[in-house]
């Protein structure tokens, strides 16, 4: 049982934006920064938000994220297959002096 | 351009030691940095191991902590995980990522590009 919870699938259809909660507490999200990963199949995740909101260089502003209380979302605007991916949160965990991830949440284009 | 490289048996006995290192490119580890190791138990999530600063300090995930050591080689450039007594449950494939300091807070934004470690007789 994962420290932050995440829906276990979202889907879209191409052009659409669809949107990835994530749900945790006041010793991690609530206390934290919060970052999101994507893990294509058989590869290693990749960072594609940190702090929030922020996107590293190469990542297209199609995606955003967001933080409020304990909760954060991730959004991705015009959805494309490229996107199709399993995504996770993350944040630090004062409690468990550690890093927390979320169980992941599985992105299918329809 | 970091680059990380896991290296390390793929097949453990269980009740073993895992050793798994984890080498570092294009720059140093004695750095504002820390770095992690992140396993991946077949079809499964994302779950920490721990992490490491270059002076040697460590934070262990609290379910693992009685099994896991986390050691820096300066000298090598490298990172290094021991999990002892391994089971089945510990098979998973395992990522070493650097924890880079990113406008003053840290993200792993750079990965290795994992090893699977069997926990099999």
């Known amino acids: 049982q994962s420290a932050l919870t995440q829906p276990p699938s979202a889907s879209g259809t191409p052009g659409q934006r669809v949107t990835i909660s994530c749900s945790g507490s006041r010793s991690n999200i609530g206390s934290n920064y919060v970052h999101w990963y994507k893990q294509l199949p058989g590869t290693a995740p990749k960072l594609l938000i940190y702090?929030?909101?922020q996107r590293p260089s190469g990542v297209p502003d199609r995606f955003s994220g967001s933080k409020s209380g304990t909760s954060a979302s991730l959004a991705i605007s015009g959805l494309r297959s490229e996107d199709e991916a399993d995504y996770y949160c993350?944040?630090?965990?004062?409690?468990?002096?550690?890093?927390?991830f979320g169980g992941g949440t599985k992105l299918t284009v329809l | 351009q970091v680059q990380l490289q896991e290296s390390g048996p793929g097949l453990v006995n269980p009740s073993g030691t895992l050793s798994l290192t984890c080498a570092v490119s294009g720059g140093s580890i004695s750095t504002t940095d820390w770095w992690s190791w992140v396993r991946q138990p077949p079809g499964k999530g994302l779950e920490w191991v721990g992490e490491?600063?270059?002076?040697?300090?460590?934070n262990y995930n609290p379910s693992l902590k009685s099994r896991v050591t986390i050691s820096v080689d300066k000298s090598k450039n490298q990172f290094s995980l021991n999990l002892s007594s391994v089971t089945a449950a510990d098979t998973a494939v395992y990522y070493c990522?650097?924890?880079?300091?990113?406008?003053?807070?840290?993200?792993?934004?750079?990965w290795g590009q994992g090893t699977t470690v069997t926990v099999s007789s």
């Open positions: 490491i600063y270059q002076s040697g300090r460590t």
């Open positions: 702090d929030n909101n």
């Open positions: 993350a944040a630090w965990d004062d409690s468990l002096s550690g890093v927390v």
């Open positions: 990522a650097r924890d880079g300091r990113l406008n003053s807070h840290y993200a792993m934004d750079v």
